[in-house]
């Protein structure tokens, strides 16, 4: 059998190419705006970071990362996400010596081995930003705001807005006590694996997808009613601010998130229009304010969030995909190959994105490649045109042709496509 891409990893091809440039250029333009810088991050990190931060009995964990033992030896996993080396480089590069508050951002792939559907992948792309060193409720407002703001920007009207908080660790004490009362009767009807996190970490049953583990998560004490007084303001403080910025939310108490690192504000932000199915979170993120000191770091308060790329690309409108080609250089004979090329480079040197044959072929064969590539303008060179210091430009879209000075003729075109 011919090989084949891995199950639940897609090839991205020149003609889909252009989507993810717009949304990877937008998301850049707007996080730069608001003061974030990008870094970029092994692809492949030790497996410890991840059990360490995600957690040991999470999903991700236990079932979904794509593990390894190098030829040194070494136990190393291709990241299932983005916050874990974010954490690993801030701690490991001194940054919170530097600079009071850091922003940044990363886009790139990730890879989880879950069961492939519409919308899940094992290999997909994130986009996240992480903040360190703000305790929030502010930026944790204005992180939302900025991204509810960017998801609008792409056309994707239709989202609802999912804010909780579950708190620090005094908050997470209380809670883990109400919510094993609760759990214990309805401990035999749950699946194995949350037989065993109610003793490791009960708060992971919240976020089971078995289906009867769902329905009695559904009906467990809400965490929102056992916020200390200081989680309850920060998490109080965060709603007047959304408000504030005309933020649409939806508090659900019941979001808590499948990565063990959160303490207080999370959030997601879910698709509601056709074309997504299932798998409709465009993102989701919240604060980790013990993670940077539990990597050995200071204590540095710290929030973020990612996004993934395919789900927003299948929930944005689609719009008609421009030409990748400007002009279209044509050799009438096969004597005026060189002198095309010649031309060519000319045209580029002015900023013009140009294409052309060079194995030759009919005047027709040529003008059908320019047609096929949706290029404006055609400029058609032959051993005449060559003697005058002369090119025919032909604008495809308006079905004119003229003779144009060759000097001229980069000027022509750079006015044409201004309209
Ligand atoms: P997450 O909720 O695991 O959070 O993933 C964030 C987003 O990645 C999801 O909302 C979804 O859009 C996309 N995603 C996740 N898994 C898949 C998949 N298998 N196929 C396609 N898309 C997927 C995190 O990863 C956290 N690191 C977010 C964060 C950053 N929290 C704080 N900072």
Known sequence: MS??????????????ISKWHRLERAFRDRVEGYGFREARFP????TALFVRTIGETTDIVEKEMYTFTDRGDKSLTLRPEGTASAVRAY???SVQGREPVTKWYYIGPMYRRERPAKGRYRQFYQAGIEVFGDPGPYIDAEVIDMVVGFIASLGITEVEVLVNSIGGAATRQNYTAALLAY????????CADCQRRMDAN???VLDCKVPRCVEIAADAPPILKHLTDDDRAHFDR?????TKLGTPYRIVGSLVRGLDYYTGTLFEVLGKGEGLGAQNALLGGGRYDQLVKSLGGPDTPAIGFAMGLERLLM????VESESHVDVFVVAAQPTVRAEAALLGRELRETGLRVESDLRGGSLKSQLRRADKMNTRIAMIL?????AAGAVQLKDLRAQKQHTVFRKEAAKRAHEILAG
């Open 3 to 16: 090989l084949r891409a891995v199950k639940g990893m897609k090839d991205i091809l020149p003609d889909e």
């Open 43 to 46: 692809i492949v990190e030790p």
């Open 91 to 93: 701690v490991q590069h």
């Open 183 to 190: 759990l214990e009767p309805h401990r035999d009807e749950l």
């Open 202 to 204: 009960p708060l992971r």
């Open 238 to 242: 965060l709603q007047e601010a959304l």
């Open 315 to 318: 929930a944005m409108p689609e």
């Open 382 to 386: 032959g051993e005449s045109e060559v």
